[in-house]
């Protein structure tokens, strides 16, 4: 079975400071992992996605993840903030292999930004 | 292009009422999720179609939730008999194909509210 896990269910930091999201996931196979964003009221956006290729992953609006299989983790990390950034958070797991298809999601990382 | 979209975007009803929540996903997307996101939580999947059937209806509560996709296109989440539990935000996503590095596009949900 596939899960993943998320330290810390709010996140505060100052603009401009460093954002660190943490995601440690579960699998009995390779896993592909996720990190989307769920702004206020509009649908969940893919931020970036590792799928066995470079094990660091460059997604959009600066975020970036390292996939570290010996640490089972996937955290995710935008060297300064900005206010656009306040939003929440969610790590996904799949796996690959025919029929597997669905995304397990964690419970999420509310990420507030202090001007 | 337009996105995956949802209606109701809120619908609220009484227990034991009988409810449909409607997905029209982003055309040409032959695979399409639902997942129920209920309050604190992430997403977690209740079902996925390939095509007009269903390939993986395990995430299903019970046998009072169905599904349809007749024309492989737009999907019906249907739930029966409902209960306060049942209080959640429903979204809906699809994706190019199946395959679970395949990004999924989400709606933007339908929140239901049972009395």
């Known amino acids: 079975a596939q899960s993943v896990t998320q330290l810390g269910s709010h996140v505060s930091v100052s603009e401009g400071a460093l954002v660190l999201l943490r995601c440690n996931y579960s699998?009995?196979?390779?896993?592909?992992l996720f990190w989307y964003v769920q702004y206020p009221n509009q649908g969940l956006q893919l931020l970036l996605k590792?799928?066995?290729?470079?094990?660091l992953v460059k997604g959009i609006n600066g975020f970036e993840a390292e996939f570290k299989k010996s640490e089972t983790s996937f955290h995710l990390t935008k060297p300064s903030a900005h206010m656009s950034d306040a939003a929440e958070y969610f790590c996904?797991?799949?796996?690959?292999?025919?029929?597997?298809?669905?995304?397990?999601f964690g419970t999420g990382t509310r990420l507030t930004v202090i001007p | 292009g337009a996105g995956v979209s949802q209606t109701p975007s809120n619908k609220v009803t009484e227990k034991g009422k009988y409810v449909e929540l409607r997905c029209d996903p982003i055309?040409?997307?032959?695979?399409l999720y639902w997942y129920r996101q209920s309050l604190g939580q992430g997403p977690e999947f209740l079902i996925y179609?390939?095509?007009?059937?269903?390939?993986?209806d395990s995430g299903l509560p019970n046998d009072r939730f169905f599904a349809v996709r007749p024309e492989g296109s737009v999907s019906t989440l249907k739930i029966q008999r409902t209960e306060r539990g049942d209080s959640a935000v429903y979204l809906c996503?699809?994706?190019?194909?199946?395959?679970?590095?395949?990004?999924?596009?989400f709606g933007p949900g339908t929140r239901l509210t049972v009395l």
């Open positions: 590792y799928t066995s290729a470079a094990t």
């Open positions: 699998s009995s196979v390779p896993p592909y």
């Open positions: 996503a699809s994706s190019l194909s199946e395959g679970s590095y395949n990004e999924q596009f």
């Open positions: 179609f390939q095509g007009t059937g269903a390939a993986d």
């Open positions: 996904a797991v799949s796996v690959s292999g025919a029929g597997a298809n669905n995304l397990f």
């Open positions: 055309s040409g997307h032959t695979a």
